[in-house]
């Protein structure tokens, strides 16, 4: 399936609402934006901010970066990843591919975002631990050698009265 040269950004969003078979009406209400304005949007009329197309793009399961190249708030040189880029300009596969594949991408993007943190995490952790358990260590090692000395001091007093005593 070829993809279609699409003049504006109102055109690719309706283009994308339908290659998803959503209505107007369901795009609009998990975008949170009205019927109406959605519409004008869709016809060029208004051009919306960076936040709603945001939502728009989450509504439509796509990456919010799409959008803000197609409206101009991001240069597609600047603002896309290679990846991201090789994707949108490939001729041989359809938008809803692209977007599927773009979706797969970000979701291991945003994976390995969450495990480098959870690692870094973790290793915090390790080392706070550590920590503590040598704090707890070495005070525990003070601790048993009061008592020991104690202990042998009066071992050895009681060893001197019992000879004096004998």
């Known amino acids: ?28 209400r998990t975008a949170g934006v009205s019927n109406p304005y959605l519409s004008q949007i869709e016809r060029g009329l208004k051009k919306p901010s ?21 409206a101009g708030i991001l240069d597609e040189a600047h603002g896309a990843s290679d990846v ?16 599927v594949l773009l979706d797969i991408y970000e979701s291991f993007r945003a994976e390995h975002v969450a495990g480098l943190a959870s690692a870094a995490a973790s290793k915090k952790a390790v080392t706070a631990t550590r920590k503590s358990t040598t704090k707890k260590s070495t005070a525990t090692k003070a601790t048993a050698k009061k008592p020991t000395t104690k202990t042998s001091a009066a071992t050895a007093a009681r060893t001197t009265n019992s000879r004096r005593s004998s």
């Open 1 to 28: 399936m070829a993809t279609l040269k699409v003049p504006s950004l109102g055109d690719y969003i309706r283009e994308q609402r339908e290659s998803a078979q959503v209505s107007l009406r369901q795009l609009a």
């Open 84 to 99: 991201t880029a090789a994707v949108l300009t490939d001729p041989t596969i359809g938008e809803r591919h692209k977007r």
């Open 50 to 70: 960076a936040e709603i197309l945001q939502q728009i793009a989450k509504g439509l399961r796509i990456s919010a970066e799409t959008l803000y190249v197609r």
